[in-house]
């Protein structure tokens, strides 16, 4: 899916490309997801409809394909923002 998502003309315009990527635990990524579904329809929605274990492990296929990506993009820069801290950075 991201392959076919970096063939598009976009990407073909650019030589070189940098990177940054926020890294967000399952945990926050779902509280944060769930607040907004919370506020746009009224009631408290699942991160995913799925298992809690499942859901854990579309949450890592989803940065190990980002990662995968990235290698096939070669960036001039790669960097890399951990936003599971105090900082409120989301």
């Known amino acids: 899916m991201m392959q076919a998502f970096l063939v598009k003309k976009l990407f073909q315009r650019f030589r070189q490309v940098a990177v940054a990527t926020v890294h967000c635990s399952f945990e926050r990524n779902a509280s944060?997801?769930?607040?907004?579904?919370?506020?746009?329809?009224?009631?408290l929605m699942k991160y995913f409809s799925a298992p809690d274990h499942i859901a854990r492990a579309i949450h890592s296929e989803i940065y190990r394909c980002w990662d995968s990506a990235l290698v096939q993009m070669?960036?001039?820069?790669?960097?890399?923002?951990?936003?599971?801290?105090?900082?409120?950075?989301?």
């Open 74 to 90: 070669s960036p001039v820069a790669n960097i890399s923002i951990n936003v599971d801290s105090n900082l409120d950075f989301l």
């Open 32 to 43: 944060q997801l769930a607040a907004c579904k919370r506020c746009s329809s009224g009631k």
